[in-house]
């Protein structure tokens, strides 16, 4: 009778320890090998038993805690998502409200438009001719010699033009004004002998003020010499090479002026 008892103690001892070994941590089970754990910690069956409940409580505890996690983590990616849908949905309904608006502000320049050019009726036909008009008068002043004494005339004239051109600017009655006003000063002062003073660039390079005779559209004298003018930058510049026997005509004519 004894020895069976010692036989089931044994298998039973054998079988708690499995047990044991099944729920006890991984840390346990790197400090010391299972049979050293259980002779030295283990002094009988019943200590064996709580030792195992103790295990399997510290184990059911650390799934609760995992599952919260889990749970959190869960919980704050839906919110997360739900977030992200209603951002979604405010820029979209922003973005459909705004083509609304761009289409409507469409619809009402279109309109607008219309209206200017119903109004306007045969006044776009002159203001063609006003244009084309501009455009050459504006090409004619920049390479003139008068303009060598009246600089930057058509900086207006270009903002005319400009006017003219566009489909929702109208130029001014004065700005119309200032290009039948340029065009008669340029007629009239095709026929004039001019006296004024500005900058001359000599043969050697040096700037200098002086006073220059303008003969109508064609000639530019200074200290008896003739000049040149560059429209692109608006220099007078003495000639390098004077005209052969007419320096002596370009002294007589500023001394007769």
């Keep these: 009778m004894n020895v069976l008892n010692r036989v089931f103690r044994t298998s039973l001892s054998a079988v708690l320890l499995m047990s044991a070994l099944s729920v006890l941590p991984a840390s346990a089970e ?6 050293q754990a259980v002779n030295s910690d283990v002094k009988s069956l019943d200590e064996l038993l709580q030792l195992i409940k103790t295990a399997k409580v510290r184990e059911s505890k650390e799934h609760r ?15 997360l998502l739900q977030q992200a849908q209603q951002q979604k949905v405010e820029e979209e309904a922003r973005s459909a409200q705004l083509e609304s608006t761009f289409a409507d502000n469409e619809r009402e320049l279109e ?5 200017m050019e119903n109004r306007l009726g045969t ?44 489909n929702s600017r109208l130029p001014s009655l004065k700005e119309i004004e200032n290009l039948a006003y340029e065009m008669s000063r340029e007629m009239v002062e095709a026929g004039r002998v001019s006296r004024f003073n ?22 530019l004298v200074s200290n008896g010499r003739y000049l040149s003018y560059n429209p692109d930058n608006g220099v007078l510049a003495e000639l390098a090479r004077q005209p052969g026997g007419l320096s002596k005509g370009a002294v007589a004519l500023q001394a007769a002026s």
């Design 111 to 115: 309109a607008l438009q219309e209206q």
């Design 198 to 219: 500005t900058a001359v660039l000599s043969a050697d390079g040096a700037h200098s003020e002086q006073e220059v005779i303008r003969i109508g559209l064609f000639n």
């Design 65 to 79: 805690q995992r599952e919260r996690a889990f749970k959190a983590d869960k919980n704050r990616q839906a919110q």
């Design 123 to 166: 006044l776009k036909e002159l203001f063609g001719h006003i244009t084309a008009t501009a455009g050459d008068t504006v090409t004619r002043l920049e390479k003139s010699l008068v303009s060598a004494q009246y600089p930057g005339r058509t900086a207006q004239l270009n903002e005319l033009i400009e006017k003219m051109s566009s």
């Design 30 to 35: 790197e400090k010391a090998s299972p049979a």
